[in-house]
């Protein structure tokens, strides 16, 4: 019999493998400290500057939590490891820059948005793959399939930003604090779409897009199969229930 190739990007050894429960409690505080803290507050504000270090940390560490949930090899996990401690250092180089000179805090040239960007976007994907592993659906899949759609909008609100960044056209048409572009990625993959904040230039409108397009189809699709087949596991269930019920009454019987 052929010996099965190894996987390069998993072997699914992590101590922390499926701990999808996990992974969803530190998303969802995630979004909230994207919604509530601006990254780009004033200068010389210390109370912003540690707001700033405490988000960029957390939002670090569920993505690389992600990682090691859904198996990722333990080479690639220190990659990522050293990706977001990148990170950490330039933001910390940057407020302490900042109190010294009165600088901003944040640099919207695009280059730590750009960062985590590649661990955001990659995070939902390889949280799919695992799930797609699982041979049954436990409530940890439903975790899991929950925290891979909430993590979209991170990965999207750190797209955003990057297009702010590098782009001459602010993505709004003038400059906004970084809580908006959270609070527009959730309407926007929610689809609610309030039309208070709008992406202007052509590349902005086709990511925003893309966001709301990608929303919807994982909905209708992936946590649609997932929870069609956790109804005909509970089904089947009860059918075994009911059939081992009646055997015994007749074997008293």
Do not use: N
Not at 129 to 136: N, V
Not at 149 to 161: K, N, Q, W
Not at 196 to 222: I, K, N
Request: contains cysteine.
């Amino acid at each position: 019999m052929p010996r099965q190739k190894k996987h390069v990007l998993f072997d699914d050894r992590s101590r922390y493998l499926d701990r999808f429960g996990l992974v969803l409690a530190l998303t969802v505080l995630a979004i909230v400290a994207l919604a509530l803290v601006d990254l780009s507050a004033p200068a010389g504000d210390l109370v912003a500057g540690v707001a700033s270090i405490a988000t960029s940390v957390l939002v670090g560490v569920t993505l690389l939590l992600a990682m090691r949930a859904s198996g990722l090899r333990l080479k690639w996990r220190r990659v990522a490891d050293a990706l977001v401690a990148v990170v950490l250092v330039i933001i910390i180089a940057q407020i302490v820059y900042g109190m010294a000179t009165d600088a901003a805090l944040f640099a919207r040239e695009g280059t730590r948005p750009l960062t985590l960007l590649v661990l955001a976007a990659l995070a939902p994907l390889v949280v799919v793959r695992r799930l797609l592993q699982h041979r049954t659906v436990t409530t940890g899949t439903l975790f899991g399939a929950v925290s891979a759609f909430l993590l979209l909008p991170i990965a999207f609100c750190y797209a955003f930003l990057t297009i702010d960044g590098l782009q001459a056209t602010p993505f709004f048409g003038q400059a906004e604090p970084t809580t908006s572009f959270m609070y527009f990625s959730l309407t926007t993959i929610s689809t609610v779409g309030y039309g208070d904040l709008t992406a202007v230039t052509p590349l902005a409108r086709l990511v925003a897009t893309a966001e709301a397009v990608s929303g919807q189809v994982y909905l209708v699709t992936f946590v649609g199969m997932l929870v069609g087949l956790r109804a005909q596991h509970w089904a089947a269930g009860r059918r075994e229930g009911a059939a081992s019920k009646e055997l015994a009454q007749e074997e008293e019987g």
